[in-house]
């Protein structure tokens, strides 16, 4: 058998494609860095007979494992589809560099972890994408697994291409690679396709069939059913369904009542990014900061009840053995149960030895009593996110919480004993000044003053500046994205005004930021600069050490496209923008009346307080506050 592995690329036609990916296998895994992202076999994996499943599901992250398995959205629909009878949800991440090479040597395909089955065999590959600079990974994913990157070069013998994530709110710059885009929340959908997908095999009709079923379910948006068109000016003239023109927009799909949360999370091979287990608390945000899309796209809120999340934690740490484990939402302090959740889960951790994390707790919504009942938690460190260094900033942005208020936030947190606060801000603001910029510094110095005062010389500042992106379906979509010299100019004053004070500042890369403004504000002539830029080389453009911005201005340039028609160029508010059709619930016009407001430095309230009209209990038709409360 050893000498038969040995030659297996001679007698590769007496092979099935399991046997050959698995010689291949024990051959080549301990010539590569991180063999363990490749084996599969992680405990709490689910296998399942392949012959004896109708329905064979890959869910795909465009990311190396170590990235892609701690993703929360990817082991729901895990779970969700392995609950399943009829299917069977397997895994593939993005191959690292050197596995990539040695795969497309020996004429490899991309395979499954459970059962190393090439990603071509499943009915569905569904890609997770988060964020927008995992797009060239997902074509090479494609281009590895032998499975035409376009849409339209599919047959009945290729996989059902889908896509779903956050990134997926503007599905146009990869419209011509994806076959249906599931628009919002995945764990009642997800069945909905199983079942499409499970008739189309059973008819064994056309693929074109399969796609009129999907179109025919809300939330997923088949692009190849839509046309659009341009002026000559550049800007869309029109977006309409080729087949039903009464079907002019594809609305977001949610979960009224979120199910029971996943438990039985796979513990990974090797160093993952993240190893703990993560019990998403509550579902959407209603303090509407003006920049922050994930706020606008997840709401209405919907929370577990503190019940519902102490099982779930103690099952988790049952199932896993994690020795750390997290309360994760988009403002966990808001949660109205946290104040009596967090002594619970302080207790049931000294009890089972274990730390837990709250990450996204916001200044605005947790006093005294919060800092004083995660006292017992201790481990040097703390994170807020003031995000703007001035009051008329914070007002303009939505962020209603003052320079005074901040600064009692952090003397509480000190005096409690913490002695590491990292701070989060942005720059790039409408009509921001300098002056708001060294009010970045101010703030900061004041803050580091408080903590050499209550904690002394074990005080450390680490502050994170992030350059906004004006994300669709936001107040600030219609808005340019900042020149260059403008951000330096910036980051260049808040370096120079905290240098000699031991605060440690880092800030993102303005080329990396720009291709993340290209593909989340660009429109479908996007799709050939993806496809151009990943024949260039593009890989992995979401690791500052291997995206090269040359590449993708020669992919522009090579398609006569001008980037700064995606990026520095602000919109009309009435100008037809690429992902008009695509609705989260959230009205365009509500949208507009938040740009106003913020142009006349206004706040608006945190809609648990007064509806605000946002458009969600119309087109949802429910009650904001009555969606909450049932799952309390």
Known sequence: MVEFIKEFTKNRCLLTDKELIQAFLDRYLLTISKPGRYTG???????????????????????????GLPNLGMSILYDQVNRRHDALAERVYAPWEDMEALMRSHSIPLFSLESKQPLKKFDIVGFTLPYETLYT???????????????????????????????????????????????????????????????????????????????????????????????????????????????????????????KPVTNFLVPNVKAVNERAVIEIMRGCSRGCRFCQAGMITRPVRERPSSEILEALEQSIESTGYEEVSLLSLSSSDHSQIAELIPQVMRMSESRNVTFSLPSLRVESFGPELIASMAGKRKGNFTIAPEAGSDVMRTR???????????????????MGWTNLKLYFMIGFPDETLEDIEGIVDLTRQIRSIGKRLVGSRVKIHISVNTLIPKAHTAFQWLG?????????????????????????????????????????????????????????????????????????????????????YSTRSRCTDEILPWDHIHTGVSKKYLLSELEKSRALETTADCRQICHGCGIQANYAISCENIRTESL
Not at 41 to 67: C, M, R
Not at 399 to 415: C, R
């Open 481 to 565: 994205f900042s020149e260059k010299e403008s951000i330096l100019e910036k980051y260049r004053l808040i370096q120079s005004g905290l240098k000699n004070t031991g605060i440690k500042l880092d800030w993102p890369d303005y080329d990396n930021s720009m291709l993340e403004v290209w593909l989340s504000r660009g429109d479908r002539r996007l799709s050939d600069v993806i496809e151009a830029a990943w024949r260039g080389g593009a890989r992995f453009d979401a690791w500052h050490e291997y995206y090269d911005v040359d590449i993708w201005q020669n992919a522009f340039e090579n398609n006569n496209i001008d980037p700064a028609f």
């Open 397 to 415: 942005i939505n962020k209603s919480i003052d320079g005074e208020d901040i600064l009692a936030t952090a003397t509480q947190i000190f005096k």
């Open 137 to 259: 990974n997902l074509l090479n994913m494609l281009d590895l697994s032998g499975i035409p990157l376009r849409s339209g070069e599919r047959s009945n013998d290729d996989p059902l291409i889908l896509a779903g994530g956050h990134a997926c709110f503007n599905p146009e710059p990869m419209h011509a690679f994806i076959d249906a885009f599931v628009i919002g929340e995945g764990e009642e959908i997800i069945h909905e396709i199983a079942e499409a997908v499970k008739a189309h095999k059973q008819a064994a009709a056309p693929r074109l069939d399969l796609l009129r079923a999907l179109d025919a379910i809300p939330g997923i948006y088949v692009p190849s059913f839509y046309a659009v068109s341009y002026a000559e000016d550049g800007l869309i003239k029109e977006i309409h369904h080729i087949h039903k023109p009464e079907k002019t927009f594809i609305q977001k799909r949610i979960v009224k009542k979120l199910p």
């Open 41 to 67: 076999g992680e405990f709490n994996q689910i296998s399942k007979n392949w012959e004896q499943t109708e329905l064979h599901f890959a869910f795909a992250f465009p990311d190396v494992y170590d990235i």
